[in-house]
């Protein structure tokens, strides 16, 4: 099968935890600014605040509007900000550029260009990748990162090859070289402090029906989705990625979550507990 027609498990639970997240959610939108990079029209949005700034990084797929619910949260006491990555929303999509190292230039590039030295960082999903790169290439910009479900190594890349799912399974172009495979997470080069949050599911997925499992997918798809949860669990891959994280990262805090997704900070029942953990993690001193 192409692999344009393959939707990975990852991305089938991500959109339809985004869906309900955004369906229940009266989301403000801020106006789209741009900044050129490194000779690339970056987009980014400015949700107001003073005080420290906090910038914050999407997922894949996503724009910076991915935190327009989420953002306005902090901004009696911090100046915050979003940026999307080339490739994604209404930045420019080169034909190259989209490895890891340069991402992490790009987030550099952009501090450059709007004149801010020290900055606080909070990533979701695949951002974790360059907001770890930046941190351990550029340690004195980095004051303070937060993973949202986002420190992860790639085991999880290889057991979806395993499972016969390419990657990545979809998206744009652009998108689809957005690849992380590239590049493993040095977070023992990190010496900001770190906070992590993981979502740890509380239900063996391989035992779900392909209905709640991959919805939209054909028989044979839906058949490598679940071996591929199968092989999730086999491995006991949540413990193991927050096992490596705690060990390697030199100054990490940890929360685990239950009960939610891999949108857990739009989810109504944990968005103001994450909240406040977050704010008490970037005002201590």
């Known amino acids: 099968m192409h692999p344009k027609r393959f939707l990975s498990a990852f991305a089938a639970l991500i959109l339809a935890a985004t869906a309900r997240a955004q369906s229940t959610l009266d989301l403000p939108h801020p106006v789209d600014q741009f900044a050129v990079v490194h000779g690339l029209k970056l987009q980014y949005l400015d949700w107001g605040g003073r005080g420290d700034v906090v910038l914050f990084l999407p997922g894949l797929g996503a724009s910076a509007h991915h935190f327009d619910s989420f953002a306005p949260r902090f901004t009696a006491t911090f100046h915050v900000l979003g940026l999307t990555r080339r490739g994604q929303g209404l930045s420019d999509k080169p034909s190259a550029g989209y490895d890891t190292a340069t991402l992490a230039e790009d987030i550099n590039g952009f501090l450059d260009v709007m004149g801010i030295q020290r900055v606080n960082l909070i990533a979701h999903s695949i951002g974790g990748?360059?907001?770890?790169?930046?941190?351990?290439?550029?340690?004195?910009?980095?004051?303070?990162?937060?993973?949202?479900?986002?420190?992860?190594?790639?085991?999880?890349?290889?057991?979806?090859?395993?499972?016969?799912?390419?990657?990545?399974?979809?998206?744009?172009?652009?998108?689809?070289?957005?690849?992380?495979?590239?590049?493993?997470?040095?977070?023992?080069?990190?010496?900001?402090?770190?906070?992590?949050?993981?979502?740890?599911?509380?239900?063996?997925?391989?035992?779900?029906?392909?209905s709640?499992?991959?919805?939209?997918?054909?028989?044979?798809?839906?058949?490598?989705?679940?071996?591929?949860?199968?092989?999730?669990?086999?491995?006991?891959?949540?413990?193991?990625?927050?096992?490596?994280?705690?060990?390697?990262?030199?100054?990490?805090?940890?929360?685990?979550?239950?009960?939610?997704?891999?949108?857990?900070?739009?989810d109504p029942n944990h968005t103001d507990a994450v909240v406040e953990a977050i704010e008490d993690f970037l005002l201590e001193r």
């Open 129 to 210: 990748m360059e907001m770890t790169q930046f941190a351990g290439v550029h340690p004195g910009r980095a004051a303070k990162l937060v993973h949202l479900d986002a420190a992860y190594g790639l085991e999880g890349v290889q057991l979806m090859a395993d499972a016969g799912i390419p990657y990545p399974p979809y998206r744009s172009d652009p998108e689809r070289q957005i690849n992380t495979s590239q590049s493993t997470p040095d977070f023992a080069s990190v010496k900001a402090p770190v906070l992590s949050f993981f979502v740890v599911p509380d239900i063996g997925y391989a035992a779900q029906p392909d």
């Open 212 to 266: 709640v499992l991959c919805p939209a997918c054909s028989p044979d798809v839906a058949a490598n989705v679940k071996r591929f949860w199968q092989l999730m669990e086999d491995k006991n891959y949540w413990n193991m990625q927050i096992d490596r994280f705690r060990r390697e990262t030199k100054q990490a805090r940890v929360v685990v979550l239950h009960g939610t997704n891999h949108m857990f900070f739009l």
